[in-house]
């Protein structure tokens, strides 16, 4: 089976535009969530998803949004971007059958000029 | 307030020696744990997981993590690294029966012949 896949896996934008980062999750699995990583630190949690409905908000503006399709693949949008959003976008998905198991995309790097 | 803690930001070791990575959680409960591995520029890899029972835990990579309750600690082991070991671990926690990781800040293992 085909691991957490994500695209783009590099993107550059400018200051104050828009940018859409997408997620397939392991076949099977609900539970899709997102996590920034900024250079030299630890993975923080954006959003997580379960069955279409948000589950959870990490400590992030409101600039950034995301959503579950039906298929349980997963968008991640930010607008107005800053250069402080300059980072490398994780998406992870999980199911139920492997308990509390957090499967970890290779991440979209977004660099912001 | 929760929190995840690797005092270690970087450990520099020889091939063939023995490693450990400490990390220390502040929690409410008992939560989920877990160490992840990160190499350059790509996403995360699950080395192991600890939900309960047996408090010495064995991963992938000949990687081992003990559980310690009384010390809020959960460190990553193995007896002997190879070079292929070099790259950026991560702890993360999270709360029972919830997706949502909160990782610490991680620990870089340099290998060096």
């Known amino acids: 089976d085909a691991g957490v896949t994500q695209s783009p896996t590099h993107l550059i934008k400018t200051r104050g535009q828009q940018v859409t980062l997408r997620c397939s999750p392991i076949?099977?699995?609900?539970?899709v969530s997102w996590y920034q990583q900024v250079l030299g630190q630890g993975p923080q949690f954006i959003f997580q998803y379960y069955e279409k409905e948000e589950r959870g908000r990490g400590n992030f503006p409101d600039r950034f949004s995301a959503r579950q399709f039906p298929n349980y693949s997963s968008e991640l949008n930010v607008n107005a971007l800053l250069l402080g959003d300059s980072a490398l976008y994780l998406c992870?998905?999980?199911?139920?059958?492997?308990?509390?198991?957090?499967?970890f995309g290779e991440g979209s790097w977004l660099t912001v000029v | 307030a929760q929190s995840v803690t690797q005092p270690d930001i970087h450990i520099t070791v020889s091939e063939g020696a023995s490693l450990e990575l400490r990390c220390n959680y502040s929690?409410?409960?008992?939560?989920?744990l877990f160490w992840y591995v990160q190499s350059p520029g790509q996403g995360l890899q699950l080395l192991l997981k600890?939900?309960?029972?047996?408090?010495l835990v064995q991963g992938i990579k000949g990687f081992e993590a003990e559980f310690k309750r009384s010390q809020s600690s959960f460190n990553l082991r193995k007896p002997s690294v190879h070079w292929s070991d070099a790259a950026e671990y991560f702890c993360a926690v999270a709360p029972r029966g919830d997706y949502k990781l909160s990782f610490g800040a991680g620990t870089t293992v340099t290998v060096r012949a």
């Open positions: 076949s099977g699995h609900k539970s």
């Open positions: 600890y939900f309960s029972g047996d408090t």
């Open positions: 929690y409410g409960a008992t939560p989920y």
């Open positions: 992870a998905s999980s199911h139920e059958s492997s308990g509390n198991t957090i499967y």
